[in-house]
């Protein structure tokens, strides 16, 4: 159960399968943006990904509370570009473009449901050839995600994205669910009823009605029990075992 911070430069960890499908998933771990669980949200879920032959690319976000400029859209810019270098070479990984999700855990999925809702947004300026591709997910996991900024948050989550004292304007802004666009992608989200983390009504099953009220395609998976942040080696015994 390794987990990072202090990530002076985005890292992307490729993982292939041994019999690849041409799928992929690019993988942010959580941590209440203030590290990321490298192994149990993200290199175990890639090699059980891997086994059915999904290609996947765990991704190490910059964290918005380590001095960076424009905190707010770090991990999102992150995100962007590691949906764009994916797309942009996959011939090289053997991966269809067309097929390429992004699935995150906790403040991870806080991230997945910000490239679903914001894939568009420019957040920063072009690196190279790769930043012409398109960063919208083909389809989105988030997985027990914080999803709002406003009521039923993860305080600390919001304490490293938007500061001790953001505005309702930045509240607003950042809240996933209340920013639909009509070509989100199709969208997965899976968590434990049991969550007394994040509140399951205000994150993730408002942003399934978020999305279902914008006619996106969208599914839904509690599971009786199983807490927060459960990953795969923590379901051992539990309703979300794998």
């Not at 059980?48 to 991704?59: K, P």
């Not at 989550?157 to 802004?173: Q, T, V």
């Not at 459960?230 to 309703?239: Q, S």
């Amino acid at each position: 159960d390794r987990a990072v911070d202090q990530v002076g430069v985005p890292v992307m960890n490729v993982l292939r399968a041994a019999r690849p499908d041409g799928s992929a998933m690019i993988l942010a771990p959580g941590g209440g943006y203030s590290r990321e669980m490298l192994d149990f949200e993200g290199m175990d879920v890639a090699r059980h990904f891997n086994e059915a032959g999904v290609t996947c690319f765990v991704l190490r976000y910059r964290l918005p509370g380590e001095g960076w400029q424009n905190r707010s859209d770090v991990p999102l810019q992150d995100a962007q570009r590691a949906m764009r270098l994916g797309r942009a070479n996959a011939a090289t990984y053997g991966v269809d473009p067309a097929r390429i999700g992004f699935m995150g855990f906790s403040a991870g999925g806080h991230v997945a449901c910000s490239i679903a809702t914001r894939f568009a947004a420019k957040v920063y300026d072009p690196v190279d050839a790769a930043d012409s591709a398109d960063a919208r997910p083909n389809f989105s996991v988030p997985m027990y995600p914080g999803v709002t900024m406003g009521h039923g948050l993860h305080q600390g989550s919001r304490d490293k994205l938007l500061g001790f004292d953001p505005s309702p304007e930045m509240i607003d802004a950042y809240s996933c669910e209340k920013h639909i666009p009509n070509d989100a992608p199709p969208s997965f989200i899976c968590l434990a009823a049991d969550d007394r983390t994040v509140p399951p009504l205000q994150n993730a099953v408002a942003y399934f009605w978020a999305l279902r009220a914008a006619n996106i395609p969208a599914e839904i998976h509690v599971f009786e029990e199983g807490g927060h942040g459960f990953g795969i080696a923590r379901t051992v015994g539990k309703p979300d075992a794998v």
